[in-house]
């Protein structure tokens, strides 16, 4: 699955939340400029981080399980707080 969000946040900041999250329940995979990819007995999670239109930052976060797995509650979650580091007047609602 794939899930994309767009964010005023810088593509390193991203990336940073990215390793804090992932990195405390998955392993790491791989680490490149734009990219970080996780890998677990959930399965593997990579987030790409790039400049888009400006100000805007895309990021993408995939994985390799089909929907509502566990990896891809993660990757929902992940998004999430990256909304919130964005918008601190965010109110995450979900149950992922």
Same mark, same amino acid.
């Given at each position: 699955?794939?899930?994309?969000? =767009? /964010?005023?946040?810088?593509? $390193?900041?991203?990336? &940073? *939340? !990215? /390793? ?9 995979? @791989?680490?490149?400029?734009?990219? =970080?990819?996780? %890998?677990?007995? +959930?399965?593997?999670? %990579?987030?790409t981080a790039g400049a888009e239109g ?5 990021? /993408?976060? !995939? /994985? $390799?399980?089909?929907? @509502? %797995? @566990?990896? $891809? ?5 992940? *998004?999430? *707080?990256?909304?919130?580091?964005? @918008?601190? &007047?965010?109110?995450? +609602?979900?149950?992922?």
């Amino acid at each position: 699955m794939k899930y994309f969000h =767009r /964010t005023h946040l810088p593509p $390193d900041a991203v990336l &940073t *939340l !990215a /390793t804090g999250f992932f990195g405390a329940r998955l392993g790491p995979l @791989e680490e490149l400029p734009r990219r =970080r990819k996780f %890998s677990g007995a +959930i399965g593997q999670v %990579s987030v790409t981080a790039g400049a888009e239109g400006g100000h805007y930052t895309l990021v /993408t976060v !995939a /994985t $390799d399980q089909v929907g @509502e %797995s @566990e990896a $891809d509650k993660l990757a929902k979650r992940f *998004l999430t *707080l990256v909304h919130t580091q964005a @918008e601190p &007047t965010h109110r995450p +609602i979900g149950a992922y």
